[in-house]
């Protein structure tokens, strides 16, 4: 197998283990234990970790090695002011550029979105990747592209907060009402509001995250 594929392979692996919470925020990660869990070379592991790191997943522990990167208040609230600054513009572009078979298939997601957390991650993270692609603008989708992946494990936490995931039902519906109506207006400003509870949501998540002070 190519050692592209093979980075492909390990980062793939990597991330799903972040967002199903099997590596925890703050994890310390060593290159053997991944040489050994995805049965790939040193070199590919080398690769797909600093990847995951411009990425933003991983971070610099104390001392030598990686470890998954831990989100506090205030760099969920930077990178919240970023999404709130080019979601909305991405589902904008996304009515005005999108194709019709592009359109469809996001609005051919499962309505109401699936009550398994599992499944409902696994299509919120659809969405996020088919309004980027419909968008189409490399820029933009490089820059959310980072954002998503770094949001997307506080995800499992925040739907956990009271009225959250029926909260964001009602969202979504309003983003894909603009998009069947093809109205690239009403889609920024439906998105906007979206980003802007996810955020309070975000931030109520990060704070049940936190270690308690004493």
Do not use: C, W
Not at 10 to 18: L, M, N, S, T, Y
Not at 48 to 69: F, I, K, M, W, Y
Not at 171 to 195: G, L, Q
Request: overall charge neutral.
């Amino acid at each position: 197998m190519p050692e592209e594929s093979l980075r492909g392979r390990v980062v793939q692996a990597i991330r799903q283990a972040i967002f199903s919470g099997v590596l925890a925020p703050g994890q310390r990660l060593t290159e053997r234990e991944l040489v050994e869990l995805t049965g790939v070379s040193r070199t590919s592991v080398r690769e797909a970790l600093r990847h995951l790191q411009a990425l933003g997943l991983l971070e610099t522990g104390r001392g030598r090695g990686l470890r998954v990167a831990s989100l506090d208040r205030d760099s969920v609230q930077h990178i919240y002011e970023v999404r709130a600054a080019l979601e909305p513009t991405a589902a904008e572009l996304f009515v005005k550029r999108a194709s019709d078979a592009e359109v469809d298939e996001l609005l051919h997601l499962p309505d109401p979105l699936p009550d398994d957390l599992e499944q409902r991650l696994e299509a919120m993270y659809h969405v996020d990747e088919l309004l980027v692609r419909g968008a189409r603008n490399p820029i933009l989708a490089e820059i959310l592209e980072s954002l998503h992946t770094r949001i997307h494990a506080l995800r499992r936490v925040s739907l956990s907060i009271p009225g959250r995931r029926e909260a964001s039902e009602r969202e979504y519906d309003e983003i894909f009402a603009a998009i069947r109506a093809r109205d690239p207006k009403r889609a920024e400003r439906a998105s906007r509001r979206h980003v802007r509870a996810a955020a309070e949501a975000a931030l109520q998540a990060v704070e049940l995250l936190e270690p308690r002070r004493p």
